[in-house]
C-alpha cells in the first residue's frame, strides 16, 4: 500500500456520486491510498453540491472543515464553478475546479501529492467497476451532462451548461463493465434523460463492433441486453418516450418512470418556463398503463411556487388524484441564488406553503396507500440491499433506491444483498411493504 494518501469527501446528489466514483477509481489505479479520516490523509478533495441554497453552505461548511482538519485541500464539483465565491471565504484552498473534471482534479493532486512510485496497476487489485459509495450490486450511469431547458427556478444550465450526451458506445461499455463486476441494477441518471442525443443529432456509435444510435430508445434497448434491472429516471413525457413502453412491457427493462412534472396547472408551468400540457400527459399516462398494467410511476412537484393561486393548487390536487402516480416528492418552493423565479410577483405566503403541502402530502399518501395494498397478496421479485440479524431489506421493480419505499423481509437471513428472490407480499403502509419469501 502507499504512502500518498487522499481523503474524500462527496455531497449532492446521485449525479455527483458518480464523478466521485471515477475520480476515486483513478486516483486507486495510479496507486494513491483513499482514507477515511482528515488526520490520516496528505490531502483532502470535497466534492461539492450548489443546487440549492443550503447545499451551497453544506458545501462550504464541508470545504472550511477539511482545512481546519487537514489544511490541503481541493475543491470540485458543482460549487466550483463559482469560483470566486468559494475563495471569498476559504481564500487558501489549493485548487478549485467545476463538476466532472477529472483530469483537472487529478492534475491539481499530482501537483501537491505526485503518484506514488512502487505502484504497479497489473497488480493492485481496483475493482473493475471502480470504486463504489453506493452499494455493489447497484450502479448510477450518467448518460449526459448539462441542460437545454431553462426552468425558471434552477440554475443547473448556469452552472453546468447546455446538454452533453456522452457518446453511446462509451456509456454502454461502463454499463456492461458495471454488470460484469456484479452490478445487478443500472439507474439511468441525466438532467433530462428523454432529451439523450439531441445535441449530438442521435449520431450513431458503436458498442461492441455494431452500431448504436444515441436516442433513448436505442440506449435502452441496449441496456435491456445486458440482463439486469435497468431503471429510467427524469425522463419527461415527450412522444418519443411511447417507444420504450413496449420494452417494458416485454420485461427488458424495468416498468417504472420517473418523470419530474413540478405542476398540473398551465399558468404555473408557465412562469416555470416548461413545457406540460397536462392533459396529454394524462392521455399518456392512461395508455401507458394499459400497455405495461404494472408501470410504476414517479413523479417530484413543488407547491407554493410564486403566483401559485388557490385555483393553481386545485388543479395540481386535481391532477394527482386523476393520474393517481405511485410514488411522489413534493417540494415547498424556495428561492435559489441566481434562479430568474426569484423576480417573479406574488411570492406565496410561508403558512399558505405549509398548508398547500400538508393537503398534497395528505392526498398523495391516500393514493399510494390504496395502491401499495393493492400489491398484498401478490408475489413480486425483490432485489436484496440488506440483512442483518432482524431479517433483510429490499426493493421490488417499482421501487428506486434511497428515493421510493422498501419490502421489509423479517426474520429472512438466509439472502445476501444483490439476490433477486421471489416474495409474497403480506401487508403494506403508506410507503413500504412486508412480505416474505417463498
Ligand atoms: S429540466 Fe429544468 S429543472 Fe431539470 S435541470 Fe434542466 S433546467 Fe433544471
Redesign the pocket.
Known amino acids: 500500500m502507499s504512502n500518498q494518501t487522499v481523503g474524500f469527501v462527496s455531497l449532492g446528489c446521485p449525479k455527483n456520486l458518480v464523478d466521485s466514483e471515477r475520480i476515486l477509481t483513478q486516483l486507486r489505479v495510479e496507486g494513491y491510498n483513499i482514507v477515511p479520516s482528515y488526520n490520516d490523509a496528505d490531502l483532502v478533495i470535497v466534492n461539492t453540491c450548489g443546487f440549492i441554497d443550503s447545499a451551497v453552505q453544506e458545501s462550504l461548511d464541508a470545504i472550511g472543515e477539511a482545512l481546519n482538519e487537514n489544511g490541503k485541500v481541493i475543491v470540485t464539483g458543482c460549487l466550483g464553478a463559482k469560483e470566486d465565491e468559494i475563495r471569498e471565504i476559504h481564500p487558501h484552498v489549493l485548487g478549485i475546479t467545476g463538476p466532472h473534471a477529472y483530469e483537472a482534479v487529478l492534475d491539481t493532486v499530482h501537483k501537491h501529492l505526485p503518484v506514488p512510485k512502487q505502484h504497479n496497476p497489473f497488480l493492485d487489485l481496483v475493482p473493475p467497476q471502480g470504486v463504489k459509495l453506493t452499494p455493489r450490486h447497484y450502479a448510477y450511469l450518467k448518460i449526459s451532462e448539462g441542460?437545454n431547458?431553462?426552468?425558471s427556478f434552477?440554475i443547473?444550465?448556469s452552472m453546468r451548461g447546455d446538454l452533453v450526451s456522452r457518446p453511446v458506445g462509451q456509456v454502454l461499455s461502463e454499463a456492461e463493465r458495471l454488470v460484469n463486476a456484479g452490478v445487478k441494477e443500472l439507474l439511468v441518471i441525466s438532467?433530462?434523460t428523454s432529451a439523450y442525443g439531441v445535441d449530438t443529432k442521435h449520431r450513431t456509435d458503436f458498442w461492441n463492433g455494431r452500431p448504436v444510435k444515441s436516442d433513448m430508445y436505442q440506449l435502452t434497448e441496449a441496456l435491456g441486453e445486458l440482463g439486469v434491472w435497468t431503471r429510467l429516471h427524469y425522463v419527461y413525457p415527450y412522444p418519443h418516450v411511447d417507444n420504450v413502453i413496449p420494452l417494458m412491457a416485454e420485461g427488458k427493462v424495468l416498468p417504472y418512470l420517473d418523470m419530474p412534472l413540478q405542476h398540473a396547472s398551465p399558468d404555473i408551468l408557465k412562469k416555470m418556463k416548461?413545457p406540460g400540457q397536462v392533459e396529454r400527459t394524462l392521455e399518456r399516462i392512461q395508455r401507458w398503463r394499459r400497455d405495461v398494467p404494472d408501470l410504476t410511476l414517479r413523479s417530484t412537484f413543488i407547491v407554493g411556487f410564486p403566483g401559485e393561486t388557490e385555483d393553481d393548487f386545485q388543479m395540481l390536487l386535481d391532477f394527482i388524484n386523476e393520474a393517481e402516480l405511485d410514488r411522489v416528492g413534493c417540494f415547498k418552493y424556495s428561492p435559489v441564488e441566481g434562479a430568474t423565479a426569484n423576480a417573479l410577483p406574488n411570492p406565496v405566503d410561508e403558512a399558505v406553503k405549509e398548508e398547500r403541502f400538508a393537503r398534497f402530502m395528505e392526498a398523495q399518501q391516500r393514493i399510494s396507500a390504496a395502491k401499495l395494498q393493492r400489491k398484498v397478496g401478490t408475489v413480486q421479485e425483490v432485489l436484496i440491499d440488506e440483512v442483518d440479524e432482524e431479517g433483510a431489506i429490499g426493493r421490488t421493480k417499482g421501487d428506486a433506491p434511497e428515493i421510493d419505499g422498501v419490502v421489509y423481509l423479517n426474520g429472512e437471513s438466509a439472502v445476501k444483498p444483490g439476490d433477486i428472490v421471489k416474495v409474497n407480499i403480506d401487508n403494506a403502509d403508506e410507503y413500504d411493504l412486508w412480505g416474505s419469501k417463498l
Open positions: 441542460c431547458h431553462r426552468c434552477c443547473i444550465p438532467q433530462d416548461r
